[in-house]
Nanobody, 124 residues
Framework: VQLQASGGGLVQAGGSLRLSCAAS????????MGWFRQAPGKERDAVAA???????YYADSVKGRFTISRDNAKNTVYLQMNNLTPEDTAVYYC???????????????????WGQGTEVTVSS
């Protein structure tokens, strides 16, 4: 599975962006999908995830602002990010998990495939 993340950019605080993660090589319909982010000098942290059946999971820091969704027909996962703050500045990565368990949605090591990342910068 190859994952291509896109949609990052520079936005002012309070603005919105929608990230996309397009897959090729295999259908994503049976995979759990996650979005992670890594700010400069920090570890890669989980942001949101969606199971193959559509259950969603969010980090506390983005609840109510970010929405993860998937379109299996397009083999694409999205992350709608609203009310962005400078603390959301990071490189965002999408990832796919073949053996989905919701209880470990946040664990980097659970994911089998990773995209290349798309940079999000939020100015104050």
């Amino acid at each position: 599975v190859q994952l291509q993340a896109s949609g990052g950019g520079l936005v002012q605080a309070g603005g919105s962006l929608r990230l996309s993660c397009a897959a090729s090589g295999r259908t994503l319909s049976s995979y759990g999908m996650g979005w992670f982010r890594q700010a400069p000098g920090k570890e890669r942290d989980a942001v949101a995830a969606i199971s193959w059946s559509g259950d969603t999971y969010y980090a506390d820091s983005v609840k109510g602002r970010f929405t993860i969704s998937r379109d299996n027909a397009k083999n694409t996962v999205y992350l709608q990010m609203n009310n962005l703050t400078p603390e959301d500045t990071a490189v965002y990565y999408c990832a796919a998990d073949r053996a989905w368990h919701g209880s470990t949605w946040y664990a980097n090591q659970k994911y089998d495939y990773w995209g290349q990342g798309t940079e999000v910068t939020v100015s104050s």
